[in-house]
């Protein structure tokens, strides 16, 4: 069974630029998130997404970034403009979305280095 | 929402010492309890989980039971190895139960030295 996949692995650019992550969960997963990994800390939840719909964005920066999940699958998180605070790891992870204490699965992450 | 603490590391350790790594939390109810992993250039994997007070969740010798009267959930080995080395996460649902994201905590840096 293939993992979640992220793209790109590694992203340097400029604060004030946009910078965009994509993310392919396994496959039948319904329930999508993104966290941020601050250097150091535990990831932080961003987004939340059952299918498409939005369960929870409370965290998410909202001036700033942006996601969406069309169809159902793929997902991509969006930063404009980004600051120097936004380096860190963004990671996607997928659940199958259908009960309680499910495991979630985390692909590799995308390194944002923002300067 | 719901948080969790645990003890920031570094913690280096000899090849077949015992391990424990503090993790205690603030929740509200008794959500389900989680250990994630995060091995030298992989990604983060559930070790292991406890879905309810007094459960003992267990994966690769490493041990861990919720304890609701401590509001703990402390990671156990008898006799670590030196592939254990990784960072090791505490985690709980950040809000509720249910198929919920995860709050964690700061993670615990393991070495294990030969």
């Known amino acids: 069974e293939a993992g979640v996949a992220q793209s790109p692995r590694y992203k340097i650019i400029e604060k004030r630029q946009s910078v965009a992550f994509w993310c392919n969960p396994i496959s039948g997963h319904a329930t999508l998130y993104w966290y941020q990994q601050i250097l150091g800390q535990g990831p932080k939840l961003l987004i939340q997404f059952q299918n498409n719909g939005v369960v929870d964005d409370s965290q998410l920066p909202k001036d700033r970034f942006s996601a969406e999940r069309l169809k159902g699958v793929d997902s991509t998180l969006k930063i404009q403009p980004a600051k120097l605070e936004d380096s860190a790891v963004y990671l996607c992870a997928s659940s199958l979305g259908d009960r309680d204490s499910e495991t979630q699965y985390f692909g590799p992450g995308t390194r944002l280095l923002v300067l | 929402g719901n948080s969790v603490t645990q003890m920031e590391g570094p913690v280096t350790l000899s090849e077949e010492a015992f391990l424990t790594i503090n993790c205690t939390y603030t929740?509200?109810?008794?959500?389900?309890l989680f250990w994630y992993v995060q091995y030298p250039g992989e990604g983060l994997q559930l070790l292991l989980k406890?879905?309810?007070?007094?459960d003992k969740g267990s994966n690769k010798g490493f041990e861990a039971t919720y304890r609701k009267e401590t509001t703990s959930f402390h990671l156990e080995k008898g006799s670590v190895q030196v592939s254990d080395s990784a960072v090791y996460f505490c985690?709980?649902?950040?809000?509720?139960?249910?198929?919920?994201?995860?709050?964690f905590g700061k993670g615990t840096h393991l070495i294990i030295q030969p």
């Open positions: 929740a509200t109810g008794y959500p389900s």
């Open positions: 985690a709980l649902p950040y809000s509720g139960g249910g198929a919920d994201g995860l709050t």
């Open positions: 406890a879905t309810k007070a007094d």
